[in-house]
């Protein structure tokens, strides 16, 4: 069965550092694999997301996630924080139910925090 | 603008009392998922719906209840028989490679 464990529940930079939120993952199969992003009170949004073509992945906002086969790991990255990035993070893995069809298993969460 | 319609934005719940949150959509998507949020937990999956007419139980179904009579609509009934309903809820539909399409949650407490 697919799952999804996020490393570290609350990250915390600075303005301007690296960003790495970490995300590693168990299948059977191939995965798809997803990055979200959810803002204070609202839905999710999606960031990027892997589907077995390249395996470094560029999503919105600057955001990138390397897709790792050996270390089974889709981490996120951006090069420099801003505070407008300050979220909580999903990584997710698309799973199949019986019968073909699909859901996503969602980690447990990644809040960043970026402080001046 | 296309997208997905959740409300109310907050509800409240007395207990024994059902409670139904709405879902729409006018995506035009097949493929519509009810879950839940909870602090330090990620989204757990309540029910979901492949085609209009039809819904199968997710992990968490439990004291839920859905209907799929309109492909645009989804609602949810968070019954009687759920004994820890706060949570945030969030519901989604399903586009073109796997791409999901949140509505902005509706948070669900316990008077």
């Known amino acids: 069965a697919q799952s999804v464990t996020q490393l570290g529940s609350h990250v915390s930079v600075s303005e301007g550092a690296l960003v790495l939120l970490r995300c590693n993952y168990s299948?059977?199969?191939?995965?798809?694999l997803f990055w979200y992003v959810q803002y204070p009170n609202q839905g999710l949004q999606l960031l990027l997301k892997?589907?077995?073509?390249?395996?470094l992945v560029k999503g919105i906002n600057g955001f990138e996630a390397e897709f790792k086969k050996s270390e089974t790991s889709f981490h996120l990255t951006k090069p420099s924080a801003h505070m407008s990035d300050a979220a909580e993070y999903f990584c997710?893995?698309?799973?199949?139910?019986?019968?073909?069809?699909?859901?996503?298993?969602f980690g447990a969460g990644t809040r960043l925090a970026v402080h001046p | 603008d296309g997208g997905i319609t959740q409300s109310p934005k907050y509800l409240f719940r007395k207990e024994g009392q059902n409670v139904t949150l709405s879902c729409e959509q006018n995506?035009?998507?097949?493929?519509m998922y009810w879950y839940r949020q909870d602090p330090g937990q990620g989204l757990r999956l309540i029910y979901y719906?492949?085609?209009?007419?039809?819904?199968q139980k997710g992990d968490i179904a439990e004291g839920y209840s859905v209907s799929r009579e309109k492909k645009e609509s989804f609602p949810l009934t968070v019954t009687s028989a759920q004994k820890n309903p706060t949570a945030f809820y969030l519901c989604?539909?399903?586009?073109?490679?796997?791409?999901?399409?949140f509505g902005s949650g509706t948070q669900l407490s316990v008077l």
């Open positions: 299948s059977s199969v191939p995965p798809y």
């Open positions: 997710a893995v698309s799973s199949m139910f019986s019968g073909g069809y699909n859901k996503l298993i």
């Open positions: 995506l035009n998507h097949d493929a």
């Open positions: 989604c539909s399903r586009g073109n490679n796997e791409k999901l399409f």
């Open positions: 892997y589907t077995s073509a390249a395996t």
């Open positions: 719906s492949q085609i209009v007419n039809d819904f």
